[in-house]
């Protein structure tokens, strides 16, 4: 079945579809300004890049020349050095290239670019637009999704607004083009994706290999723990996989369990988003590799890290234990640095709530700072809650019950402090439940942790079986 | 109390920075949050090193291992039941063997001071790295409600919410 539809992709395809592909690409380029709409743009936009990456190197430019030169839509907008922004943003992308865009450097040295100032895109020179190409590049590289990079770009070139404005398949035609140099460009989101997927499989591995060592050290309770924990990971993962993949039949489903239970699917999960590819799966690509990381999370890497840090603290550590527990630290940290900064930087989240969401700034480098910063973050808050927990529980575990729910209620009453326990849902749904902490909570919470006599000394009461405090 | 409860579970083991919304935890309530961690983390640390006087490694043996005793008071063999076993020589079995019955004290709060050094580090770069403007929703006092109402009165950006 796969190798059909690898044969399908990849020679079925191009050569039945050769002469439809010519003839839309000949249509598109006659079509008059004034009748071209968004789905051209996308259209436009795929051909374009297809012309590009058929040749390599300083031949693309000349390339880019011709295909404006024969496109009544390209030579006739009112963007006139769009095909100065166009070659800047495709053409010369080697390595240096790359690695020097994505960190904000200049190739050659730390040469400034004047800032592009004029709104009227009639009047951007040649040099604008080649900085705008240059920025929309950075953008491509920093940035979560396709939609996102444009919707930037267009913030930040007030003048590409103006020309998006003016020609409905303008921004179409930019989305597409991005999304087309996210599938194949190794930095940026491919990047961060592939680095998750390691992450996730390094966190499997590594627990899987802890196990070993647990039991040959004859740590057999503890073994059974974190074997617990994986086998709770990989069954959700299942459950979540057979539920948006059932409708697409047994193979499919089949497919999905063996990705799972192979450990191989935060890679191949990371591998769809990256690639753009659509799956006939209930939810998109990029939420389903949300949800299993979510599910990771929840299931493996928190509570397993937190029994394998109080096996360490036992001091019967094993240095498979300790890299253990490292890299579920770092795949939190990760896993939640991405979500905290996809959210931030979603253009969705950012028009709707502009007074909260846009901390992370619009310069490449700066969001990749961010990024950074966010990523230490989480990963040392989870660190150091885990060291908590797991020095708690190794030391008393009353104390840890005691410190688990002292935090809860004072989280709490600061809620109720402050009139604002009641959960205002984000959204038009408004919940309001009234919420009451019984009394006898309090008083069993002081009976248990506290000991008998000296709440009945408190209380005045007599609770032994005996009769007598 | 649902939503309250799993999203203290999210912010105390992730510490998930967007949770600083106010209609979640809050800014104020999460960076005293975040602080009060590390405290948590020195006043565990600093019970753990005096209370905590490791298990030996039978006793450990023992408790983890069921049926397996002795480990180290017999020597350089395990009874096993009726059956006696050499002890583990290869390794992860043989770090565990090796190890004492605790973490010292300066390993365990170097690393802890190690982690609070990078965290604060972090913070504070971020806070010199984000927008200035939104400095002030990490420290923010609004709550859910207030902020729920503002967004929807004080919006002249986008009329169409307005009230």
């Known amino acids: ?469 | 109390l649902v939503c309250r409860f799993l999203e203290k579970v999210v912010l105390d083991s992730t510490g998930f920075v967007q949770l600083r919304n106010p209609v979640y935890a809050g800014g104020f309530y999460y960076c005293f949050n975040a602080v009060m961690t590390h405290i948590a983390c020195y006043v565990a640390a600093g019970l753990y090193s005096s209370r905590y006087t490791g298990m030996a490694f039978d006793q450990s043996y023992s408790a983890t291992g069921g049926n397996l005793t002795n480990a180290a008071t017999n020597g350089a063999n395990t009874t096993v039941g009726d059956t006696t076993a050499p002890l583990p020589t290869n390794g992860a079995a043989a770090d565990y063997a090796a190890s004492s019955g605790k973490i010292d004290d300066f390993t365990l709060f170097a690393t802890i001071m190690a982690l609070s050094a990078v965290w604060v580090l972090s913070f504070v770069a971020l806070m010199l790295t984000i927008k200035p403007q939104y400095r002030g929703s990490f420290v923010s006092l609004q709550t859910g409600g207030a902020f729920s109402q503002s967004h929807f009165l004080d919006r002249s950006a986008c009329p169409h919410i307005l009230v």
């Open chain 1, 1 to 469: 079945m796969f190798h059909a539809d690898w044969l399908t992709n990849n020679f079925a395809f191009p050569v039945l579809m050769s002469v439809p592909y010519e003839l839309q690409r000949y249509f598109i380029q006659i079509r008059p300004i004034e009748d071209c709409d968004a789905e051209d743009g996308v259209s436009l936009g795929h051909i374009l890049v297809d012309a590009v990456e058929a040749v390599e190197g300083p031949d693309r430019a000349s390339v880019i020349r011709a295909f404006f030169i024969r496109t009544a839509m390209l030579r006739e907008s009112a963007f006139t050095s769009f095909e100065e922004m166009i070659t800047a943003t495709l053409v010369h992308h080697s390595f240096r290239r790359k690695v020097a865009t994505m960190l904000g450097m200049r190739k050659g040295g730390s040469k400034i670019r004047p800032a592009v100032r004029s709104t009227d895109p009639g009047m951007l020179t040649a040099a604008d637009a080649e900085t705008i190409g240059i920025g929309f590049e950075r953008i491509i590289l920093t940035s979560a999704t396709h939609v996102e990079a444009v919707d930037e770009l267009l913030r930040m070139y007030p003048a590409l607004g103006r020309v998006a404005q003016q020609h409905g398949w303008f921004q179409p035609m930019l989305e597409t083009v991005a999304k087309r140099r996210m599938a194949i460009t190794p930095f940026g989101q491919k990047l961060r994706l592939w680095i998750g997927a390691g992450f996730s499989m390094a966190d499997m591995i590594s627990d899987i290999v802890s196990i070993v060592g647990m039991m040959q050290a004859g740590q057999v309770m503890g073994a059974y723990g974190l074997i617990g924990l994986l086998s709770a990971s990989v069954a959700m993962q299942l459950l979540f996989n057979v539920v948006i993949n059932k409708h697409r039949g047994p193979h499919a489903v089949a497919w999905e369990v063996i990705l799972v239970l192979s450990l191989l699917k935060p890679g191949v999960d990371a591998l769809r988003v990256a690639s753009n590819s659509e799956t006939a799966s209930s939810i998109d690509p990029f939420t389903e590799m949300l949800v299993g990381k979510a599910i990771e999370i929840a299931f493996e890497s928190g509570p397993g890290a937190a029994l394998q840090a109080v096996i360490v603290l036992s001091g019967h550590w094993s240095t498979a234990a300790v890299v253990s527990v490292g890299i579920s630290c770092l795949s939190i940290g990760f896993t939640t640095a991405m979500m905290a900064f996809d959210i931030d930087t979603n253009p969705v989240q950012r028009k709707k709530v502009p007074e909260f969401y846009g901390f992370t700034p619009d310069d490449p480098r700066r969001r990749l700072l961010v990024w950074v910063e966010l990523f230490a973050l989480h990963s040392t808050h989870a660190t150091v809650k885990t060291l908590t927990l797991a020095m708690l529980l190794r030391t008393n575990w009353r104390w840890l019950v005691a410190y688990v729910a002292g935090d809860f209620c004072t989280f709490i009453l600061y809620k109720l402090a402050r009139a604002d326990l009641l959960f205002w849902v984000p959204g038009e749904l408004k919940v309001r439940h009234p919420v009451q902490f019984p009394p006898g909570f309090f008083l069993l919470f002081y009976l248990i942790f506290f000991g008998r006599s000296r709440a009945s000394a408190v209380l005045g009461l007599s609770l032994s079986r005996e009769g007598g405090a």
